[in-house]
Each structure stands twice: as structure tokens, then as C-alpha cells.
């Protein structure tokens, strides 16, 4: 319900504000938010320092990824924050096979990462565990640890 705290609260830096007694104790703050255009979102680009992005390698999720590109710039928040990945590829696709031979042109500043469509993906919000810890062996686990390489050297 963040979205409904943040419509109550006045504050241009609400979200800065809620996490900065966090500022001493803690290095790294996830927020995992849903892929939508809203004040929590511009709260986010406004706040992180890092903002990863999945795009699904289709054209219609491309289509949104420069929507949000496009709302970062309209809120005149800094889009080199901004940084996406494929997630939920399938190379069983022409399209998603196509996408990421061509993810330099397609999906500019992307990171390398491509995390995969596999079941034990899917199985992460049912089991509330990361791949890592329900089959550290999978490609996923590989791919989101090789995600989580290019993640850090950015923060």
C-alpha cells in the first residue's frame, strides 16, 4: 500500500525521508516494485541510486521500457539510474532469440544478464526462497548470480 501512503503524505522526498534512518546501519536497500507508472515509481527513480529493470525480450515490453525512460525524463530524474536486463527469455522463440542477438541495438545500456524462463523462476514466488537456495546448480541460479556481478559494480 505504498502508493496510498505516498498520496497521503505531502513530502516531495517521502520515500528518501522513510528510508534514511535505514542510512546508518544498512548499505543496500531493495524495493522489488510492480512495473507501473505511479508516484511510487517516481518516488523510486527519484531515490535510488539504481534502478534494474526486467524487460521481457518482446516488443510490447520494450514499448514499455521506453515509456519509463520517457516518464524519468518528463520528471527531469536522472536517467543514467535506469538500467535494464532481459528476464524471461525464451530461446525456444524467434523473437526472444532474435532480441537478445541484438539486445546492444535493442535494449541500449542493457545489462549482459539474461535471466531465464525456467520453472524454478516461477517457483520462487510460491516457495518465497530465491533460485539460488531452491537449486543452486540451474541455470537461472547462474544467471542471476552473473546479474548480481553487473549489479555491483554499478552501486
Known amino acids: 500500500n505504498l502508493d496510498v501512503r505516498l498520496d497521503k503524505d ?29 508516484r511510487l515509481s517516481e518516488q523510486v527513480l527519484k531515490t535510488a541510486d539504481g534502478v534494474f529493470v526486467p524487460v521481457v525480450p518482446t516488443w510490447l515490453a ?3 521500457w521506453q515509456q519509463l525512460q520517457a516518464f524519468a525524463k518528463d520528471k527531469k530524474l536522472k536517467p543514467g539510474r535506469l538500467h535494464p536486463f532481459f ?10 532469440r532474435e532480441m537478445v542477438i541484438h539486445r546492444k541495438q535493442r535494449l541500449e545500456n542493457g545489462l549482459n544478464a539474461l535471466i531465464p524462463n525456467a520453472s524454478v523462476v516461477e ?3 510460491e516457495s518465497g526462497q530465491p533460485v539460488e537456495l531452491m537449486d543452486r546448480s540451474s541455470a537461472a541460479a547462474d544467471a542471476y548470480r552473473r546479474l548480481w556481478k553487473e549489479i555491483r559494480k554499478l552501486i
Not at 544498512?26 to 507501473?36: H, I, N, R, W
Not at 528476464?87 to 526472444?96: G, T
Request: charged residues 20%.
Open 123 to 125: 517457483k520462487m514466488g
Open 62 to 64: 520494450l514499448n514499455s
Open 10 to 38: 505531502d513530502s516531495a522526498n517521502t520515500l528518501k525521508n522513510w528510508l534514511a534512518p535505514l542510512s546508518e546501519e544498512t548499505s543496500l536497500v531493495v524495493l522489488d516494485c510492480p512495473p507501473s507508472m505511479s
Open 87 to 96: 528476464s524471461i527469455v525464451d530461446r525456444r522463440k524467434h523473437l526472444h
